[in-house]
């Protein structure tokens, strides 16, 4: 739901398929950053490139921001401020490693609303952070 809503705002974004994925996770580890394809849920590019042309792809790297969402469909101010969302190992390390091409993008799938930050933003504002170990079975 919330990647839609950013589609549909025309501002650059795609959801890209498993074949891009792969191609973006290629590129980037070509150029020895670490990227875990279930850390990063749309892409947004300064202008286009081919993710499905591996070549174009690691050609133009540069103009390659991925993004992580995270939605919320409770009441909240446009700020965001009292949001409580929880950041995975995997996030924090890929935006360690792509610093300036990794962002999150906190999204109100009620209202629209939505607010882009890289990870030093999001320390910056944090009131409080919480570890924990999340297991999957």
């Known amino acids: 739901m919330a990647a839609k809503i950013l589609v549909a705002k025309k501002d650059g974004f795609i959801v890209p398929n498993a074949k891009q994925k792969q191609n973006l996770l290629v590129a980037f580890a070509k150029k020895g950053k670490v990227v875990y394809g279930k850390a990063f849920d ?12 591996l070549a174009d792809l690691e050609k133009n790297l540069q103009k390659v ?19 409580f969302f929880a950041l995975t190992a995997a996030e924090v390390l890929v935006a360690q490693s792509l610093r300036k091409q990794f962002k999150f ?14 990870l ?15 297991i999957s079975f």
């Open 120 to 134: 030093a933003d999001i320390f910056a504002r944090a009131k409080g952070i919480y570890p924990t170990w999340s």
């Open 42 to 53: 749309i892409v947004k590019m300064s202008s286009v490139v081919n993710l499905n042309d």
């Open 105 to 118: 993008m906190l999204v109100n799938t009620t209202t629209g609303e939505h607010l882009e930050m890289d």
């Open 65 to 83: 921001t991925i993004f992580e969402i995270k939605s919320t469909k409770k009441k909240l101010r446009a700020d965001f401020s009292t949001y």
